[in-house]
C-alpha cells in the first residue's frame, strides 16, 4: 500500500515537470526570454562607451547609442534617425566607398579608420569596427558598426612623430659632427703627427750616416720610429681614410676588404660591385663606408666566421649593400639592436633615408642588408 502511494506521488510530480516544459515552449514564454534578452543587449549597447549605431538594409540608421550622440555632437536622436549612414562620412571617403556596405566590408573582421562629420561639419578622425546583422537563415537584415573618435590618439602620434624626427635630427647632427671630429684628428695625425715622425726619422738616419759607431742604439730608434708611424698611419685611416675622400666611396671599400683580409688570414673576403661611383650620391658614400666598417669589424670580433661575401648593387632604383658571413650567427631577439655595432649601422641607413635589416640565427651565419631608394636623377 505504502508503495502504491509512493508510486502515485512519483506520477503526479512528473507529470507536473512535464507540464513545466510545455509551459515554458509556448509562444508566450519564447516572446517574454527573447524581450529578456533584447533588454540586455539594449543595456549594454547604450551603456557602451563606443558609439554604435544599427542600419537596415538600405543604409538608414534605425539605432544610434547615447554614446554615438556624445561622439557625433547630436542632441537627440531623432537629429541622425532614418539618416543615410554616408553622411556620417566626409565626401572623400564616400568616393572611396558607394555605400555602408562597402564600408562594412572594408572593415570587416578588423578596425579601419576614416575621417568622419560632427554634427557641425567639422572633420575628425575614427575608428570603424562593423559587420553584417542577419537572422537566423543567414539573411542580411542591416549592419552594425562601432565608432571611436580617435582625435587625440591621432594628436599624441603626431607629438610622437615629430619627436622622433626632432631626435633623428639631433642625432644625425651627432653623428655628422663625429665625422667631422674624425676627419680633423684623422688629418692632424697624417699632416702633424706622422710629418714630424718622419723628420725625426729621416734625422736620425742622417745621424747615423754621419756616426756609424752608434749604429746599433741608432737604429733600434729608427725602427721605433718606423713602427710609431705605420701606427700613426693606420690610425688615421682607421679614423678616415684619405683615399675615401680622394677617389671615392668604391676605390675606399676595396682598400678596406683588402685591409681587413690582411688582418684577418682566416678569413677570406668576396666582393662583388655593381654600381658606378658616379651612381652612389654624395651623403650616401661615407654611410656605405661606416656600415661595411662596422660589419666587418663585428665578423673578426663574434662571428667566427671563415668567409665574407660583400655586395654593393643598384636594382630597381636602388642602391643595395649586403654583407653575409658563414659564421656562428645570433640569436637577434637575444642580441636585441644595443649590440655588436648594429644600433650604429641601422641609424646611420636610416638617417640617410635608407633601411637597415638583419638576419641570423645560431649556427647559420649573418646577413646584413641596407637599401636606399634613389631618386629619379640619381638612377
Known sequence: MGMEVRYNIGERASKKRTGSRVAANTPEAKIKRTSKLLNVVYDALNSSASGVIVTDRKGRIIYVNPSFLKIFGYNEKSDVLHKNATDLFTQEEVKRFSDVEAIVDESKGETQEF????????????EVSASNVTDRLGNVMGRIASFIDITE???????????????????????????????LIARELHDGIGASLTNIKYSL??????HPEESKSLEQAVSMVQQAIRDTSRMSRSLRPSILDDMGVIP????????FQEGNAGIQVETRVEVQEG????????????????ALTNVSKHSGATMVFLAL???????????????????PQETGETGMGLTSMKERAQFSGGFFSVKSQAGEGTVIQSLWPLKSSEQ
Open 252 to 259: 675606399a671599400v676595396g682598400w678596406f676588404c683588402r685591409s
Open 279 to 294: 651612381e652612389i650620391p654624395e651623403p650616401l658614400k661615407l654611410v656605405v663606408y661606416r656600415i661595411v666598417q662596422e
Open 153 to 183: 590618439r591621432k594628436r599624441l602620434e603626431k607629438e610622437l612623430r615629430n619627436s622622433e624626427k626632432k631626435l633623428r635630427h639631433l642625432s644625425q647632427r651627432i653623428l655628422d659632427a663625429q665625422e667631422e671630429e674624425r676627419k
Open 115 to 126: 575621417f568622419a562629420r560632427h554634427r557641425d561639419g567639422t572633420v575628425f578622425p575614427v
Open 313 to 331: 648593387t643598384k636594382t630597381e632604383g636602388s642602391l643595395e649593400l649586403s654583407i653575409q658571413d658563414n659564421g656562428g650567427g645570433f640569436d
Open 205 to 210: 738616419e742622417q745621424h747615423l750616416d754621419n
